[in-house]
Antibody, heavy 115, light 107 residues
Framework: QVQLQESGPGLVKPSETLSLTCTVSGGSISGHYWSWIRQSPGKGLEWIGYIHYSGNTNYNPSLKSRVTISLDTSKNQFSLKLSSVTAADTALYYC?????????WGQGTLVTVSS | DIQMTQSPSSLSASVGDRVTITCRASQSISTYLNWYQQKPGKAPNLLIFTASSLQSGVPSRFSGSGSGTDFTLTISSLQPEDFAAYYCQQTYSAPPTFGQGTKVEIK
């Protein structure tokens, strides 16, 4: 069965770029949509965006100017970059298979924005 | 963005109880409504999609109904493993948005 695992730094300084990678195992990244979602006590669950295996992307307008999602089919991975982060970007970040709703999700990785 | 409002925000129930959680959308979303269960320290897990379709592997005691703006998630007989938070999500229009969650606790 497909499993997803997020990885990346747990601490990012304000104004820098948050970078996370999701590794897909047990299945191919091809033929599917892949998403990033985050969860924080203040904002709850927030959809960040998706990428199709063809490379087509769609981002939440509230984050669009700062977000880039890309994929590496050779490594069966996709990635999230969020630039100019502030404390408001502190959250648990999840990757998931799916375009608008996710199944399955990764276990999540906590990213804290602090100097 | 479409606002999703769940009620109640929390509830206490006993094993065997029938539990109903409500989700209301700020505008009509047809049946583009999904439900997730989230246990402490775990990622959300999809239970129901398009308002009433049970995701593979999800027990039949979970059911969903509704269309337009009003939706319900029902657990017919609450089991110990069902104590968790539940979230609705609309996928009618981008960006998809979630409710604030309902925490089901042990009475």
């Amino acid at each position: 069965q497909v499993q997803l695992q997020e990885s990346g730094p747990g601490l990012v300084k304000p104004s820098e770029t948050l970078s996370l990678t999701c590794t897909v195992s047990g299945g191919s990244i091809s033929g599917h949509y892949w998403s990033w979602i985050r969860q924080s006590p203040g904002k709850g669950l927030e959809w960040i965006g998706y990428i199709h295996y063809s490379g087509n992307t769609n981002y939440n307008p509230s984050l669009k100017s700062r977000v880039t999602i890309s994929l590496d089919t050779s490594k069966n991975q996709f990635s999230l970059k969020l630039s100019s982060v502030t404390a408001a970007d502190t959250a648990l970040y999840y990757c998931a298979r799916g375009q608008w709703f996710g199944a399955p999700w990764g276990q999540g990785t906590l990213v804290t924005v602090s100097s | 963005d479409i606002q999703m409002t769940q009620s109640p925000s929390s509830l206490s129930a006993s094993v065997g109880d029938r539990v109903t959680i409500t989700c209301r959308a700020s505008q009509s979303i047809s049946t583009y409504l999904n439900w997730y269960q989230q246990k402490p320290g775990k990622a959300p897990n999809l239970l129901i999609f398009t308002a009433s379709s049970l995701q593979s592997g999800v027990p039949s005691r979970f059911s969903g109904s509704g269309s337009g703006t009003d939706f319900t998630l029902t657990i017919s007989s609450l089991q110990p493993e069902d104590f968790a938070a539940y979230y609705c999500q609309q996928t009618y229009s981008a960006p998809p948005t979630f409710g604030q969650g309902t925490k089901v606790e042990i009475k």
